[in-house]
């Protein structure tokens, strides 16, 4: 009986040790994802190695060994960085030929609350917008009201509005009560009454309904004809 009884200790304590034993094995299984980290850095060579990793199928010289930008290169990147956030910002399409200082400071306006009779970054009347923004770009001191400003513009064909031209707006037959900056692809920078300075379009139906002519300042386009005459000349 004594005997029987060691023996089915002991077979119970065989048992006991192999179930216990089981986990260990289990462990160095979950562990066994990590092995591919060590594997990941073969696929970079040249990151590991002083020589170069060319590509054998296109024979490329890897970014590493590439001469470095020229000042020019940057300076056109730096450009094509600058015209896509004025786009993204503004909602326009640019050819990217477009004034750059025009587009930076309507940028700078946009979100200014409207405040009648006023024109600071703390608050802008649309009149007040544009002679900011004129005087920020151009150099030019226009008349302070929307009216005044219309008596001294160029009247333009709303299908020939260039960047720069003023939009003004009446209803029906009364005065001009707004005005606006023309940027192109027939939408406008202005301040509204109802959202402070932001782009509108002249297809909103507000907007189309009450636009009543487009000015252009004489002052702008003579600049903008001496402009195109000097790149004409650079690329002769």
């Known amino acids: 009986m004594k005997n029987s009884l060691l023996y089915c200790l002991a077979a119970g304590s065989l048992a006991l040790s192999f179930f216990f034993e089981r986990p260990a094995d289990a462990s160095a299984t979950l562990r066994a994802p990590s092995a591919p980290v060590v594997a990941e850095a073969s696929l970079f060579p040249a990151l590991t190695t002083n020589e170069p990793a060319n590509d054998p199928a296109t ?53 200014t609350p409207y ?41 333009v064909a709303k299908a020939e509005m260039q960047t720069g031209d003023l939009v003004f707006f009446r209803r029906g037959h009364g005065p001009i009560y707004h005005v606006g900056i023309y940027l192109k692809d027939g939408k406008f920078a202005h301040s509204a009454c109802n959202g402070g300075v932001m782009v509108s379009s002249l297809h909103q139906d507000y907007y189309r309904r009450n636009f009543y002519a487009a000015g252009r300042v004489p002052a702008v386009a003579a600049a903008a004809a001496r402009a195109a005459e000097d790149l004409v000349a650079r690329t002769e």
Not at 70 to 98: I, K, N, P, V
Request: glycine content about 8%; some cysteine.
């Open 59 to 111: 024979g490329t010289t890897p970014a590493a060994n590439k001469p470095a930008p020229t000042a020019a290169e940057l300076a056109a990147s730096r450009d094509s960085l600058t015209y896509h956030y004025y786009a993204q910002t503004l909602g326009l399409h640019l050819a990217f030929d477009e004034n750059k200082n025009l587009l930076r400071t309507v940028t700078d306006w946009i979100g």
């Open 115 to 155: 405040s009648y009779g006023s024109n600071s970054h703390r608050g802008t009347d649309c009149s007040g917008f544009v002679t900011r923004v004129f005087r920020e770009v151009y150099g030019i001191t226009l008349q302070r009201s929307s009216r005044s400003m219309f008596g001294t513009t160029q009247r």
